[in-house]
C-alpha cells in the first residue's frame, strides 16, 4: 500500500529495497526462532505492531487517498520512511508464520530459508502489479487494512488466551 503512492520509478526501487530487506530479515530471524520460540508475549508484540501498521497505512494511504494527482514527494527522508514502512509490515506479517514454519521445520533450516527465499521472491513478482490495482482500486486497500486488522487481533488473542 505504501508503494502505490509514489512514482512508477520510485515505487519499483521502494519494493525493491524494501523486499531485499525483509529477505535478509526473514533469514535472520529464521535462524534465530528456535529462542525466540521460548519467549511468552512475542505474539503479542507481533500484533501490537501490526496494530501500528495498520494505523500508519490508514492515516498516509487510506485516509489521505490515494491519487495520481497527488504524487508524493519523493525527497530522500520519504523514500526511506516508505522502504522501512515495507519492511516493519513485511517483517511484523511474516513473524508468526517464520515462527510456526521454523518450530515445525526443526533441523531443516536450510530447506526452510529457501522457501522463505522462494515465497519472497514471488511476492516480489506481483507487489508492483498489486500496488497499481491499489491505487486504481481504493476498496483493496481497505481489504489489506482487514487483513492486517485481523491477523493482528488473531496474534493477541492466540497470545492472551494462554492466561485465561
Known amino acids: 500500500m505504501v508503494a502505490s503512492q ?94 510456526g514454519v521454523a518450530g515445525a521445520a526443526r533441523e531443516h533450516y536450510v530447506l526452510l530459508v529457501f522457501g522463505l527465499i522462494l515465497s519472497i521472491l514471488l511476492m516480489a513478482t506481483v507487489a508492483t502489479i498489486i500496488s497499481k490495482w491499489i491505487k486504481k482500486y481504493k476498496w483493496i486497500g481497505w481489504l489489506g487494512l482487514l487483513a492486517i486488522l485481523a491477523v493482528a487481533i488473531q496474534l493477541i488473542y492466540s497470545d492472551l488466551k494462554i492466561f485465561i
Request: aromatic fraction near 10%; charged fraction near 20%; hydrophobic fraction near 50%.
Open 6 to 99: 509514489f512514482k512508477d520509478e520510485i515505487r519499483k526501487k521502494i519494493i525493491f529495497w524494501g523486499i531485499g530487506a525483509a529477505i535478509v530479515l526473514r533469514i535472520v530471524f529464521t535462524l534465530i526462532t528456535a529462542y525466540l520460540l521460548q519467549i511468552n508475549g512475542l505474539r503479542t508484540i507481533g500484533g501490537l505492531l501490526l496494530l501500528y501498521i495498520a494505523y500508519k497505512l490508514y492515516k498516509d494511504v487510506i485516509k489521505n487517498g490515494i491519487n495520481d494527482d497527488k504524487k508524493i514527494e519523493t525527497d530522500s527522508s520519504t523514500f526511506f520512511k516508505a522502504i522501512m514502512t515495507v519492511v516493519i509490515a513485511d517483517v511484523s506479517m511474516s513473524l508468526d508464520n517464520v515462527l
